[in-house]
């Protein structure tokens, strides 16, 4: 136990100002509130004092008059429209420049509105002034004005249109990508796990032993590096849905139901782009219920994204950098890799030049189900902050750069098992040796154990369900190494 109060405190004095008092019992409340977790660390912290104590009720009223629910917008509607009072709140906003008219057009997907194109307009002297905000990326949080009135958009006559005439980003926090590099140098490996875990809302005192910290950690790879796709079966209760969903702004779960090629990629009719460019990383979880409208449509879109980061649908060709990460329940006769497990994901998927395209394979039955004493209480990193954190090192392109340096590929390895070796193994080096900026500060021994082994199993892996679903493919790795000083 007194360990464990020296890392906290030496966490909150490294992070000072950016760590949380996560406690079950309050965190729960504000949770219940329906908000996820980078919000509700993001509201305790606004009301918490130095203890990291904060009144439950006045979080919960701030939170219900500033961030609304679905079902709270057709109040909200009536506000603008029938008594024409303006309304702030804060929302995700959907942004894009129409061709046509030139104007600049929002959306909240959130709340499915609008229903029709030009019923929801960013006022210009907004767009101009607010356009770096507003179209750094394809979604935004933000505290959004919204204003209802008459007008004559593209033609189409006067009718009623909801304006955006104020937008502040919500940017809570400093992310200063440089310090928390260097704040890694602060902590030993272990206590770095656990700054880590701690982050994405659970306790580290919780887990039995080291395996499942690090399974745990490995469900973070999309977050920090583009384009990794991945597979992971676990049994119930793991906390997939959760990870996936409730940690950052930056990613999607699809959680069951009817997926077509149009939201996964582009939508023809309405000129959007799908998901696949909006976020970080797009999670199908409860794959065993999702269907697709097209199979064999949708595989074709899938392994040429999977492949190259194109997708071509009609005339329009998009690039994006999501990773694709397919979550199934499996139950623990099946959890074995020496059987044909992907028999249990959908027919979509019974290709093995589609499967070949996942980077790795993730054994979710190495992370326990979720109970009480998994859920973090303590001081721990913000997730909002966190998320933050991981969306930036996606950009930082010095990680790959190292690996590309400190792996020795034999000639004739196989392309796909090369690079999904080397984005795997990237991301493992992001997230545990965040302050290695270099080849000559890489401690390769330490690479090796928790780097590039761990990428190579998950690979494997995927080689080995391969090799059982089509004999075409061998199971054996190339022998890839960490050269030496």
């Known amino acids: 136990m007194k360990d464990r109060v020296t890392f906290e405190d030496k966490l909150r004095n490294i992070f ?22 980078f919000l509700r660390d993001w509201l305790i912290m606004r009301f918490a004092d130095e ?14 008059r500033t961030i609304p629910k679905r079902d709270q917008w057709e109040r909200l509607k009536s506000e603008i429209v029938k ?10 906003v959907r ?10 057009l929002f959306s909240l997907p959130d709340f499915g509105f609008p229903r029709r194109k030009y019923e929801a307009v960013i006022e210009d002297n907004l767009f101009r002034q607010k356009k770096e905000s507003l179209l750094e990326n394809s979604e935004a949080w933000g505290v959004v004005q919204l204003e209802w009135r008459f007008d004559n958009i593209h033609g189409r006559g006067e009718q009623g249109v909801v304006f955006m005439s104020d937008f502040e980003p919500f940017r809570p926090y400093k992310v200063d990508l440089e310090f928390f590099q260097q704040a890694r140098k602060l902590f030993n490996l272990e206590e770095w796990i656990d700054v880590i875990i701690g982050a994405v809302d659970y306790n580290p005192i919780g887990f039995v032993n080291s395996t499942q910290k690090f399974a745990l950690l490995t469900r973070l790879i999309p977050f920090v590096e583009g384009r990794v796709n991945l597979i992971e079966l676990a049994p119930k209760g793991t906390g997939k849905s959760y990870v996936f969903s409730q940690i950052s702004k930056y990613g999607w779960l699809v959680s069951g139901g009817s997926v077509s090629r149009a939201r996964m990629f582009y939508d023809i009719a309405r000129g959007q782009p799908g998901l696949v460019s909006r976020n970080d990383y797009v999670a ?22 999977l492949e190259t980061g194109e997708f071509r649908v009609g005339d329009y060709r998009g690039v994006a950098n999501a990773g694709i990460v397919v979550l199934g329940n499996i139950t623990n006769v099946q959890m074995n890799v020496d059987r044909n497990m992907f028999m249990e994901l959908p027919a979509t998927f019974h290709e093995s030049a589609l499967l070949d395209r996942f980077h790795g394979f993730l054994r979710g039955w190495n992370i326990p189900r979720m109970k009480e004493s998994l859920k973090a209480n303590g001081w721990a990193l913000n997730s909002e902050y966190f998320s933050e954190i991981m969306h930036e090192l996606r950009n930082d392109i010095c990680y790959r750069n190292i690996v590309d340096e400190l792996l020795t590929v034999p000639k004739g390895s196989d392309t796909r098992d090369t690079e999904a070796v080397k984005r795997l193994a990237t991301g493992f080096l992001k997230l545990l040796f965040t302050d290695a900026l270099s080849a000559n500060a890489v401690d390769r021994a330490m690479f090796d154990k928790f780097c590039l082994q761990p990428a190579m199993a998950m690979r494997a892996t995927i080689r080995k369900q391969l090799h059982l679903m089509d004999t075409e493919y061998s199971e054996e790795m190339p022998e890839i190494v960490c050269s030496e000083a």
Not at 284 to 305: C, H, P, V, W
């Open 16 to 37: 000072s100002g950016i760590a949380v008092y996560k406690d079950v019992r309050r965190n729960g409340s504000v949770s219940s509130l329906g908000i996820p977790s």
């Open 51 to 64: 203890s990291g104590n904060f009144n439950v009720d006045e979080v919960r009223s701030y939170a219900k």
């Open 83 to 92: 008594e024409r009072t303006p309304v702030r709140f804060l929302a995700k």
């Open 95 to 104: 942004v894009e420049t129409d061709i046509k008219s030139g104007e600049g």
């Open 284 to 305: 199908l979880d409860e794959i065993q219920s999702i269907t697709f409208q097209n199979e064999e449509e949708m595989r074709g879109a899938l392994k040429g994204y």
